[in-house]
């Protein structure tokens, strides 16, 4: 976990150095509200930069780590906005990993005239509607963690991000269990949202490119905590590597029901942030 926690505080860092860079060298002044415009008097522009990932719920880690690492590489860049006559902002939300709530969120962001920029979202799904929004109000976004294809594919100018796509992951994926581990027969498990099936989908076709048979192909539900049902289904086609697409909370619980029932083929699952983790699941902790 400190070894992720690590990897999203840089690629926060990254994001917040390089918005605020484009804020400084942009000339763009429009944006903020009247109400903050540097007056003669010495006051302050203020200048906003917003958050938007999971700060509740199953992905909370994971949102907590995105926006304290773009808290922090705004404080470290106050003084130096504030000498240029700046006040510099950091101002996060809580999507909720909720795709209606994302939306929600980017209206209010949209409705204050000093937000400059965006960091988010950590998921696709929410990723995917909320660009639309940041797109009519001409905010720019970056995701340090959406790998849906079709965030990009729609060619909006506010969607950006910097973490590979499915079609990159998902192939990467399949030629580490064919190639690294010699897996024949997989058995593929995604969570049904934009980023776990997407992902799933490019590992099962590169999969089969490489000569693998897909023994199964079975979606859950994010939120649900039996999974029994389909390890059941895992266990009758006897696989010798299992992949899922989805996020800690599903994969952990998964993980600990599959060592329940005896299952010890090795598994693969992707976090979004592109590190590939392969464990055997008679050995990997319960969430890694």
């Known amino acids: 976990m400190k070894g992720k926690k690590s990897y999203v505080w840089l690629v926060s860092t990254f994001l917040i150095m390089g918005l605020l860079s484009a804020c400084n060298s942009s000339g763009n002044t429009s944006k903020p509200a009247d109400g903050n415009a540097a007056a003669s008097g010495g006051e302050l522009t203020v200048i906003k930069i917003a958050s938007q990932s999971p700060l509740s719920g199953g992905s909370a880690i994971q949102g907590e780590s995105i926006k304290l690492g773009g808290q922090m590489a705004l404080e470290e860049r106050q003084a130096e906005f504030k000498e240029l006559g700046f006040d510099l902002q950091f101002v996060p ?12 969120n980017s209206e209010l962001i949209g409705a204050d005239q000093a937000v400059l920029a965006v960091l988010g979202h950590l998921n696709s799904g929410v990723s995917i509607p909320s660009s639309v929004v940041y797109e009519k109000y001409g905010i720019p976004m970056v995701s340090p963690a959406s790998t849906a294809t079709d965030f990009t594919d729609r060619k909006l100018k506010a969607a950006n991000r910097i973490v590979a796509r499915d079609d990159f992951q998902g192939p990467a994926g399949a030629e580490y269990a064919v190639k690294t581990v010699g897996a024949k027969n997989i058995f593929v498990i995604q969570d049904k949202t934009a980023y776990g099936q997407g992902l799933a989908d490019a590992f099962r076709s590169a999969a089969e490119e490489l000569g693998a048979t897909i023994a199964g192909y079975e979606g859950i539900t994010v939120g649900e905590k039996d999974f029994n049902g389909v390890l059941n ?23 600990k029901q599959a060592r329940e029932k005896g ?25 890694s």
């Open 93 to 104: 939300y809580d999507d909720q990993g909720d795709s209606k709530k994302g939306v929600a």
């Open 233 to 255: 289904q895992v266990l009758s086609k006897k696989p010798d590597f299992i992949f899922f697409g989805g996020m800690y909370a599903e994969a952990g619980l998964i993980v």
């Open 263 to 287: 299952i010890t083929v090795p598994r693969c699952r992707s976090w979004a942030e592109t590190r590939w983790i392969p464990r055997a699941w008679s050995t990997s902790p319960a969430a």
